[in-house]
C-alpha cells in the first residue's frame, strides 16, 4: 500500500457504524463504491451507491430507526496492494446493546486515501455461529 494511505480496516468499520448509528443514508452510502454490489441479509440484491442509500433512507426512516450496530472483524486478507476482504460478525438493535446476528463480507478498495466497500454480503447466522460469537465477545467485555 502507498505511503499516503493511511486508512484502517477499523476506520472503515467506525465510519460504517457511525454512518448507521446516525441513520444518516448518504454517509452510509458514502462507504461504498459508486457501483458497488451489496446483497442484503434477505438475499435482495443491490447494485451501486445510489440504490444503496435510496434502499437505507427507507431502513433508517421505515424499518429500523433509532438502530445501532454492532460489527467486529473476524479476519482480513489482502488481495493486492489496495484490495483486501474482511470478514465481520454484526448486529442491530433498537435502544440495548446488539448481540451479533450476521455474517458479512466486504471486499474494500482504496480510494482516495481511504477504505470504501466495493462488494457487501449480509446473511443471517446460524444459532451455532450466534453461540459462538456472542459468548467470545461476553468473555472478552467481561476481561
Known amino acids: 500500500m502507498s505511503s499516503e494511505f493511511s486508512d484502517t480496516i477499523e476506520q472503515f468499520l467506525d465510519r460504517f457504524r457511525a454512518a448507521w448509528d446516525a441513520?444518516?443514508?448518504?454517509?452510509?452510502a458514502a462507504q461504498f463504491t459508486e457501483d458497488a454490489t451489496y446483497v442484503t441479509w434477505r438475499g435482495d440484491p443491490l447494485v451501486g451507491r445510489e440504490a444503496i442509500e435510496r434502499m437505507h433512507d427507507e431502513v433508517f426512516t421505515r424499518w429500523s430507526p433509532g438502530s445501532k450496530m454492532r460489527v467486529s472483524a473476524v479476519k482480513a486478507?489482502?488481495?493486492g496492494s489496495n484490495s483486501c476482504v474482511v470478514l465481520t460478525a454484526g448486529g442491530l438493535v433498537e435502544n440495548s446493546p446488539p448481540d451479533f446476528d450476521k455474517m458479512q463480507t466486504f471486499a474494500l478498495v482504496q480510494s482516495d486515501g481511504r477504505w470504501l466497500c466495493a462488494?457487501?454480503?449480509?446473511?443471517?447466522m446460524s444459532e451455532q455461529a450466534k453461540s459462538a460469537y456472542n459468548s467470545a465477545a461476553d468473555k472478552s467485555a467481561s476481561s
Do not use: I, S, V
Open 23 to 28: 441513520g444518516d443514508a448518504r454517509a452510509y
Open 77 to 79: 486478507k489482502t488481495l
Open 119 to 124: 462488494a457487501f454480503q449480509n446473511t443471517a
